[in-house]
């Protein structure tokens, strides 16, 4: 190579760093081949070895242990996330969630799971996209009455934070979930509406 040294030739070496848009690569291959254990394995290996940049390793892990969930690996998808919640730095969401989902889906860690969704109760019932994810895992798990309390929570959190990026989510999430209880309308539901008139005031934040 012109312009380099010839005592510098294999000295140089390669630094791969993370990043959301390699792995967003790898989860757009794995989702047209359908191989999300090879992605998970490369995440895996990335989240290890690749040099933190503008993405922490808790997040590489986090994104490899949904690749595993995707491909219905739970043990792996559990050390991932488990990985994510002793390294901590800046996560898309709180690894719990996503160990809760994994542990349900293993034999005989339901209690487990069900521990970490208390724990989550303390204090995730003020952010709206906590409270979204968990009622994602309850619905999974048949539990239609947890659920929609979750999403109550996150629909009160979005009204006194005015966050109006997540609440048209949680509205809808919280409507179909009535829906499906058998519940009639409520002053939540009728901002779907295209036109609301006014909207309820939240509910105060629980201790």
Same mark, same amino acid.
């Given at each position: 190579?012109?312009?380099?040294? %010839?005592?510098? $030739?294999?000295?140089?070496?390669?630094? &791969? %760093?993370?990043?959301?848009?390699?792995?967003?690569?790898?989860?757009?291959?794995?989702?047209?081949?359908?191989?999300?254990?090879?992605? /998970?394995?490369? $995440?895996?290996?990335?989240?290890?070895?690749?040099?933190?940049?503008?993405?922490?390793?808790?997040?590489?892990?986090?994104?490899?242990?949904?690749?595993?969930?995707?491909?219905?690996?739970? %043990?792996?998808?559990?050390?991932?996330?488990? /990985?994510? &919640?002793?390294?901590?730095?800046?996560?898309? /969401?709180?690894?719990?969630?996503?160990?809760?989902?994994?542990? @349900?889906?293993?034999?005989? #860690?339901?209690?487990?799971?069900?521990?970490? &969704?208390?724990?989550?109760?303390?204090?995730?019932?003020?952010?709206?996209?906590?409270? =979204?994810?968990?009622?994602?895992?309850? &619905?999974? #798990?048949? =539990?239609? /009455?947890?659920?929609? =309390?979750?999403?109550?929570?996150?629909?009160? %959190?979005?009204?006194?934070?005015?966050?109006?990026?997540?609440?048209?989510?949680?509205?809808?999430?919280? @409507?179909?979930?009535?829906?499906?209880?058998?519940?009639?309308?409520?002053? @939540?539901? *009728?901002?779907? =509406?295209?036109?609301?008139?006014?909207?309820?005031?939240? *509910?105060?934040?629980?201790?």
């Amino acid at each position: 190579m012109s312009g380099l040294p %010839a005592a510098s $030739m294999g000295t140089v070496r390669l630094v &791969i %760093a993370l990043s959301g848009e390699l792995f967003d690569a790898i989860e757009v291959d794995a989702a047209r081949s359908g191989n999300h254990k090879r992605a /998970a394995v490369r $995440m895996r290996t990335l989240a290890t070895e690749a040099a933190p940049s503008e993405m922490s390793r808790a997040e590489a892990h986090m994104r490899a242990g949904e690749q595993w969930l995707l491909a219905e690996e739970p %043990a792996e998808a559990a050390d991932e996330f488990r /990985a994510a &919640i002793a390294l901590g730095g800046q996560t898309f /969401a709180d690894p719990r969630i996503q160990l809760a989902r994994a542990l @349900y889906a293993l034999d005989g #860690q339901d209690d487990e799971a069900e521990a970490i &969704i208390e724990d989550l109760a303390e204090t995730g019932r003020t952010d709206p996209r906590t409270c =979204d994810m968990v009622a994602e895992v309850l &619905i999974e #798990q048949g =539990d239609l /009455a947890g659920a929609l =309390d979750w999403a109550t929570a996150g629909v009160d %959190a979005c009204m006194r934070a005015g966050d109006r990026d997540e609440l048209p989510l949680l509205l809808r999430l919280r @409507y179909r979930l009535r829906i499906d209880l058998g519940l009639d309308e409520d002053d @939540y539901d *009728r901002l779907l =509406d295209a036109r609301p008139k006014t909207a309820p005031k939240p *509910r105060p934040a629980v201790p």
